[in-house]
């Protein structure tokens, strides 16, 4: 009778590990460089999507104080693990088939998020597949800013 118990008990835990994965990997995730002297406060990321050419918001999701980082390699996280953002991504699906992003600091004009890499490029998230919604989805939005702009780059969880 121990012995099932046991049994039992182990695989109810090793089952959950399998349900926190996922979760885990759900939503998005932030790293943010601030590359200037100066701290930022309710500095703003909206998700939306892309119709006739203009950007439509769906969801926002203010970021706490961004520090002046230290060294040039340290990056500051939000949003991680089981607190990931879980916008609602149907609301973003009926605007475009992928999901694009702003950023707002205090006091200014949202402005749209580029490549870092390719500063023609928008930032981007293919939400969905063959135009269904993906089921679980995730990945990590970074985030730099600099003395004149701020960019980005999206990285999708597999």
């Not at 939400?127 to 980005?152: A, P, R």
């Amino acid at each position: 009778m121990k012995t099932k118990l046991i049994l039992i008990c182990c695989t109810l835990l090793f089952a959950s590990c399998f349900l926190d994965e996922q979760d885990v990997r759900s939503g998005f995730m932030f790293s943010i460089s601030n590359t200037t002297n100066l701290e930022y406060e309710n500095v703003k990321v909206t998700i939306g999507g892309f119709q006739n050419g203009n950007f439509i918001g769906t969801e926002s999701y203010t970021l706490p104080t961004i520090r002046v980082r230290n060294n040039d390699s340290e990056a500051q996280y939000v949003a991680v693990d089981h607190n990931r953002w879980r916008p609602n991504l149907n609301l973003v699906k009926e605007i475009s088939e992928k999901a694009y992003f702003t950023v707002q600091l205090e006091g200014e004009t949202p402005v749209l998020l580029y490549d870092a890499f390719n500063n023609t490029l928008l930032v981007s998230a293919k939400i969905t597949e063959n135009g269904i919604l993906k089921s679980i989805y995730g990945g990590d939005l970074d985030i730099v800013i600099l003395d004149n702009s701020i960019n980005g780059s999206f990285f999708e969880e597999e």
